[in-house]
T-cell receptor, first 113, second 112 residues
């Protein structure tokens, strides 16, 4: 069955370190998204991609970057981790339709000390 | 850009009662409105969605209504059960834009 996975599921890091969160989907979806979830803020879009070599900034993109070298993967990099980036991160993917369902990965819980 | 407001932020009901969650959106071009359910420690999952050419959609105990003129849509859950307890998110997107803008969520608690 097609699925979307994230790794690691839990991560503890120190302020200033570079961190990369992986997202892999086997749906063959062109659209992929990264969100962060914080209490009181819901799901906020960090970056998104509509295909290979395409990346776009979301509403909370500062301090984050993504790259899309193939259809299946959209890794999220925190260039220099900050305590404000402690959060739960969700990756999602969808078909190329405005009403395409977004399927979410299981999430990565990141703690920056 | 799109802005989605969701109310209430918390809702507590007795088992068997109905629950209603309301959302408003700002972009008149939005035409797709999904609802997601997120259980504690789990990923958000789509439970129902509605498109702008439809005013109401039902799926068993769940229904969604859309008023495009007023730019608001609502989730209705009837005969609530303890397993309905979760956080519910509304969202909106439109046109050729595949992005979803989410509301901040409603924590629904169904008391046995």
């Amino acid at each position: 069955d097609a699925e979307i996975t994230q790794s690691p599921r839990h991560k503890i890091t120190e302020t200033g370190r570079q961190v990369t969160l992986a997202c892999h989907q086997t749906w063959n979806h062109n659209n992929m998204f990264w969100y962060r979830q914080d209490l009181g803020h819901g799901l906020r879009l960090i970056h998104y991609s509509y295909g290979v070599q395409d990346t776009n900034k979301g509403e909370v993109s500062d301090g984050y970057s993504v790259s899309r070298s193939n259809t299946e993967d959209l890794p999220l990099t925190l260039e220099s981790a900050a305590s404000s980036q402690t959060s739960v991160y969700f990756c999602a993917s969808s078909e190329d339709r405005p009403d395409g369902t977004q399927y979410f990965g299981p999430g990565t819980r990141l703690l920056v000390l | 850009g799109e802005n989605v407001e969701q109310h209430p932020s918390t809702l507590s009901v007795q088992e068997g009662d109905s629950a209603v969650i309301k959302c408003t959106y700002s972009d008149s071009a939005s035409n797709y409105f999904p609802w997601y359910k997120q259980e504690l420690g789990k990923r958000p999952q789509l439970i129902i969605d509605i498109r702008s050419n439809v005013g109401e959609k039902k799926d068993q105990r769940i229904a969604v209504t859309l008023n495009k003129t007023a730019k608001h849509f609502s989730l209705h859950i009837t005969e609530t059960q303890p397993e309905d307890s979760a956080v519910y998110f509304c969202a909106a997107s439109g046109g050729s834009n595949y992005k979803l803008t989410f509301g901040k969520g409603t924590l629904l608690t169904v008391n046995p």
